[in-house]
């Protein structure tokens, strides 16, 4: 098993500019969710998917949409990315929500 | 709302060791997870214990072990036999009955040789 895999690693984008960042999980979890974690703060929730087509926000959604078609695919995109989006990414996923989430690597995004 | 508070920005300990870090928590809910995850400087988040709130018994995984409090709302890591790739932040999270992940801001913890 993979695990969850994200990608890119790395990326820096102008201001204004729109992405996807990719997260993949071969572990048939059910339950999949988007973080971004910046210094000095802990993780906060960007969007989560309990099952393929349903998705809902969390703590930190504006500038941000999700789409859940498959149950191993959860990709965020950035619609117009700016300065404050400048964090690193943490894509996880989990077979319900009670049980420990298991992370990707991270992806550091730099918005100039 | 559901707020998580990690006093302690830093810690350190001498290697082989005992160090507590410290995990406090706001809720109305009486059925919720606790997790403690640890990141080490290679970025990846992994679980270093779980404890479920209606268990009253402490969660314990090999030299990691928790003292949950429930009405007092604590949630400590107990780090025994302190070793050097210990060192790392140390995530206290809570999970609330909307699945929803709230973490406190982290504990640096070093490890002196």
């Known amino acids: 098993n993979a695990g969850v895999t994200q990608t890119p690693k790395f990326q820096v984008l102008k201001t204004g500019q729109s992405m996807t960042l990719q997260c993949a999980q071969d572990m048939n979890h059910e339950y999949m969710s988007w973080y971004r974690q910046d210094p000095g703060m802990g993780l906060r929730l960007i969007h989560y998917s309990v099952g393929a087509g349903i998705t809902d926000q969390g703590e930190v959604p504006n500038g941000y949409n999700v789409s859940r078609s498959t149950t191993e695919d959860f990709p965020l995109r950035l619609l117009s990315a700016a300065p404050s989006q400048t964090s690193v990414y943490f894509c996880?996923?989990?077979?319900?929500?009670?049980?420990?989430?298991?992370f990707g690597p991270g992806t550091r995004l730099t918005v100039l | 709302a559901q707020t998580v508070t990690q006093s302690q920005p830093e810690m350190s300990v001498q290697e082989a060791e005992t160090v507590t870090l410290s995990c406090t928590y706001d809720?109305?809910?009486?059925?919720?997870?606790l997790f403690w995850y640890k990141q080490p400087p290679s970025r990846q988040m992994i679980l270093v214990i779980r404890?479920?709130?209606?268990k009253q018994q402490n969660a314990t995984e090999n030299r990691f072990s928790v003292n949950f409090q429930k009405a007092a709302k604590s949630f400590s890591l107990k780090i025994s036999d302190s070793q050097l790739g210990d060192a790392a932040m140390y995530f206290c999270a809570y999970r609330a009955s909307n699945y929803q992940l709230i973490w406190g801001a982290g504990t640096k913890l070093i490890i002196k040789p």
């Open positions: 996880a996923s989990s077979p319900n929500a009670g049980f420990e989430q298991f």
């Open positions: 404890q479920e709130a209606y």
């Open positions: 809720t109305s809910e009486s059925d919720y997870y």
